[in-house]
DNA sequence: TTGTAGGCGTTATCAA
DNA sequence: TTGATAACGCCTACAA
């Protein structure tokens, strides 16, 4: 089986005895070519299994239907299932997603924005508000549209995403109104990570309005056994914490495998208190008590809402997706004494 | 702050004071041009901001460094982090990556082969083999190289992947060896998934073997609800199976959780196995008992591979990704009686 | 409704 | 070592 070169806009023209013009208008306003013509080129596209060439089109046309995502990271499961409706809407609408990933690392982000730009991307997703200001100038300077999300943003800016500040807050209250005075937490690192700064502000506030001072947090990357690791910190320290609240579900996955370990009954001689509502949350035994925010619906809230600022209409600034608390069993009161 | 239009090459060459071809020669053979013209470039280049133009480059080399993945979705964690390390080594090698997803079902993936290749991708990931002959020939007149990932294939085509069946068949007879001889499975939907089926044919073979006979096997789609009822199928026939194994880690995670709610103890009066190794499978209680799948590694050697192909070096027709049998809490011997 | 023709930004071939 | 210049495949006024 020989190797095909692949046809072009003339090979079809040829085959179907019209002009480059008529093959093209077919494929991209059908409705201006007369029924019989657009059939017999329709029919000579197949034929030759044409595929129209991304390079010529972009150039011609100052398009390249193409959008760009700099995330993180995929392994992180929140991203994968946002990203994932955030490209089928896409999809249907014709563009294709260019992926790249940061490492949560700004520098590193940086490049792969260039990337992107270089690439002729319409437009680009990028991950949070949090980001050096050369990186955001860097994307006004070419007037390329790009979206916030995961999170709600500062002043200016596009976003669509979580009050993930207000939800801490919320499930704090809660954790305070159990009964808890002694909260200590285990955050994500928040260097340049505002999904993580705002989890623990969230935190802060809650458990300073009911006066309960400072509390301790630490900060620990994105791993089960980091999260472990902090749990054991936490709960070896004069006083102990009666509730440890942590800033993702891996966390508290992790924390409350090493309570086990440890010896300690949760929510019994401690409650633990997640963040995401990931699978396994709902699978650990007790059930994780966590905030569940709607990825999906997330992602194709942002596809929508870049494919909106990509045509030029008219969008709102920030699109809030709503989370709530599910209660499950790994926050109960504080134990007696 | 105005909108700055994209410098061209014309503009880094007037800037410059040199042609259009030196600036083009800076950037893509460095040593063809004599150093101190190269650093005036460099320095127009810089102080513009200039990046290439896709499209420009694309149409004049005939090369879009540009790869294409197309995977069933990124929701199932194991996908998402193949894709990842894939795309980290591709980025590395100045490739970037075009997603696509096809949801399990061929036709959608004929159809993001086409968007593929009108993106000029240079190469292509699938995940398996089993497609319809009308997909691969048309990558195939096109010559475009492309990839089998996540399982090894047939007589022809490139694959990087684990055997599925060979890993099924022997954490079969593991079982066996334990004693267990009613032994039924949930596998995964087993059309135009190869994967899936494959896990099943490994079963199906050691239970043969082992004189058995045929074994009960209920298909079920990707989901902690599907293994659930799967699982409560399974455990009300009679004889009720002594051992149920599970084609992924998911389906197994539904049965444990079923096997709960039917006050079924695992392993003392049913065992269950999975297979895949995903986070949540260290975390349930008891541990569940799986086959280990390297999916970071299988990642990477897939990327290195569709790399040597695009740049037409000899490779191995097929690469095989060990796998592992993780023993935890899940399988035990029958219930006496 | 259809065709003609110029141009999009880059690379590559040839000369100089 | 550098510069003209002709592709590359497509889109889009503009003309017919």
Tied chains: 1, 2.
């Excluded at 046809?7 to 077919?26: E, F, I, K, Q, Y």
């Excluded at 490492?103 to 991307?121: F, K, T």
């Excluded at 990825?295 to 494919?307: K, P, S």
Aim: with cysteine; net charge neutral; charged share 25%.
């Amino acid at each position: 089986m020989n190797e095909i070169a692949r046809p072009t806009l003339d090979d079809v023209a040829r085959a179907a005895g019209v002009s480059t013009a008529t093959v093209s208008r077919c494929l991209n306003a059908p409705e201006r070519v007369i029924t019989t013509t657009r059939e017999r080129v329709m029919q000579a596209v197949e034929a030759l299994g044409y595929t129209p060439d991304f390079g010529g089109r972009a150039l011609a046309s100052r398009r390249t239907n193409t959008v760009g995502a700099i995330i993180p990271t995929m392994e992180n499961a929140i991203f994968a299932r946002g990203v994932q409706s955030f490209q089928e809407v896409l999809s249907k609408a014709g563009k294709t997603l260019l992926v790249a990933s940061s490492g949560y690392d700004p520098e590193h982000e940086r490049e792969q924005i260039g990337v992107m730009i270089s690439r002729g991307a319409d437009g680009l997703l990028l991950i949070g508000s949090a980001r050096p200001q050369a990186n955001v100038d860097y994307l006004r300077r070419r007037g390329i549209p790009y979206l916030g999300a995961w999170n709600l943003g500062g002043p200016e800016g596009h976003f669509v995403g979580f009050n993930n500040r207000a939800a801490a807050f919320d499930l704090t209250r809660r954790v305070i109104a159990r009964g808890h005075r002694r909260i200590a937490m285990i955050g994500g690192i928040s260097y340049m990570n505002d999904r993580a700064s705002d989890r623990i502000d969230g935190v802060r506030a809650a458990t300073r309005e009911a006066g309960l001072g400072e509390i301790r947090v630490i900060e620990a990357p994105y791993g089960f056994d980091d999260g472990a690791e902090a749990f054991g910190a936490l709960m070896t320290a004069e006083p102990r914490p009666t509730a440890v609240m942590c800033g993702n579900d891996v966390l508290a996955v992790g924390a409350m495998r090493k309570a086990r370990e440890m010896g300690l009954r949760v929510p019994g001689d401690v409650s633990i208190t997640g963040f995401d509502d990931i699978d396994i949350s709902a699978v650990v035994d007790p059930g994780l008590t966590t905030v569940r925010v709607p990825h999906r619906r997330m992602g194709e809230a942002a596809a929508e809402m870049l494919l909106k600022l990509i045509d030029k209409q008219p969008v709102d600034r920030q699109i809030e997706i709503p989370t709530a608390i599910v209660e499950r069993g790994t926050l109960g009161p504080p134990p007696a004494g």
